[in-house]
């Protein structure tokens, strides 16, 4: 009798450990920024040979490449784009007075969502879009969004100010793409505002996403 209890016993630990433990790995789980590959080497980029200054996109569009974030952010109506910039010259490019916009086929502009934006959608899930209310939001809305999900989004956007020579920098855009079907189709991103060491803007950078798809579904 008491090998019996045992031996149930034993089966309800064996049981509640596998139950428990998907949600102790999402618990523990911790983002880390992929390793940027020159821009250049991605799919969808720009490249401005004369002034040695690149741009690339990388979309965080399939499950398996969204893994590497605890929040999915697909569920919530957004889109995480890997933004690159590889500056190949020998001198700094300011990326202080930048300007982003993500244009669709059908001329949608849509800009990169802040922090506040993500926080907001995560406080308010089931309704995935603009809120209807035009008054701004209480500050306990980010008090509402875990630690682990605000050093995840706060750690995965891209916040570089500035590129060094010879180096490359990177970080996640997230755009809100709730209620377009194929956002990436047609679609161009341009990058505006960079600066050089003497403060010359460079020319404007624009991306299509068909480069992305077009190569996405070439047969490796």
């Given amino acids: 009798m008491s090998g019996r209890i045992h031996f149930s016993s034993l089966r309800l630990l064996v049981v509640g450990a596998a139950l428990w433990a998907p949600t102790m790995c999402m618990a ?12 250049k080497t991605y799919p969808a980029h720009d490249d401005h040979v004369d ?24 569920d919530l109506g957004f889109m995480p784009v890997f933004v690159i910039i590889t500056n190949d010259g020998g001198q700094p490019v300011s990326l202080a007075g930048t300007r982003v916009q993500l244009i669709t086929a059908d001329r949608t502009k849509i800009p990169p969502a802040t922090e506040d934006d993500i926080y907001r959608r995560l406080a308010r899930p089931t309704g995935a879009g603009p809120s209807p209310n035009p008054l701004p939001w209480p500050k306990k809305v980010k008090t509402s969004v875990s630690k682990e999900e605000q050093e995840e989004i706060q750690n995965s956007m891209f916040a570089a100010r500035a590129v ?41 950078f624009e991306v299509p996403l068909e480069k992305y798809l077009n190569a996405s579904q070439t047969p490796k």
């Fill in 164 to 204: 060094e020579p010879h180096s490359t920098q990177a970080g996640f855009m997230f755009f809100d793409v709730a209620g377009i079907s194929a956002p990436l189709a047609g679609a161009n991103l341009y990058l505006t505002g960079a600066t050089d060491a003497k403060g010359h803007e460079l020319m404007y």
């Fill in 51 to 74: 002034e040695a200054v690149a741009l690339a996109l990388d979309p965080y569009d399939t499950a398996d490449k969204a893994a590497i974030f605890s929040v999915r952010y697909s």
């Fill in 28 to 39: 523990g789980k911790h983002f880390t920024m992929p390793a940027p590959k020159p821009a």
